[in-house]
């Protein structure tokens, strides 16, 4: 009997050996994810809030690898539109938020900071994935002369 459950204990570990265990996405997985959820997002939010024929501006398009120390790497998407404010810009920052809110997928991702409700210039919320998913997407409303509707999403760091 304990030289069945050897070699059964042997067959399971050259199997796992032999499948590899994975600690999740490669950066070269999640660039391309981050690409396509940024975009989403971003189009979205013109969609709904952006200054009417004005189409956003993608900066980073998560397609290089950036270093981040140790050798390791992330990949960064970055785009931005202005949008038109209501009469009241923290009416508009309000509504900007719950249409934001209704888009993010909550089975993929986590509210870790909450817009500042007092501050009537500038907004922000930061969403975290969960599990596997291994993405940050920050969400800027700003007001001013021109508001703008800013994102930014970053993988976490990992090996090249």
């Not at 997002?41 to 980073?60: F, H, M, N, R």
């Not at 993405?135 to 007001?143: A, E, K, Q, S, W």
Request: charged share 25%; aromatic share 6%; with cysteine.
């Amino acid at each position: 009997m304990a030289k069945r459950s050897l070699l059964t204990g042997i067959v399971l570990l050259a199997v796992a050996g032999l499948t590899g265990c994975s600690s999740g996405p490669t950066i070269s997985e999640l660039g391309p994810q981050l690409q396509q959820e940024g975009t989403q997002q971003l189009d979205a939010a013109a969609d709904y809030s952006g200054v009417d024929g004005v189409k956003p501006t993608i900066t980073e398009d998560a397609s290089k690898d950036v270093p981040c120390g140790d050798g390791k790497v992330k990949r960064v998407f970055a785009g931005s539109f202005p949008f038109e404010p209501g009469a009241s810009l923290d009416t508009t920052f309000d509504l900007a938020f719950i249409s934001l809110r209704g888009r993010i997928d909550g089975k993929r991702y986590d509210l870790v900071t909450q817009p500042d409700k007092e501050d009537l210039t500038r907004r922000e919320a930061v969403f975290a994935g969960k599990d596997d998913n291994k993405l940050t997407l920050t969400f800027v409303f700003t007001g001013g002369a021109t508001p703008t509707f800013a994102l930014r999403g970053e993988t976490a760091c990992l090996e090249a």
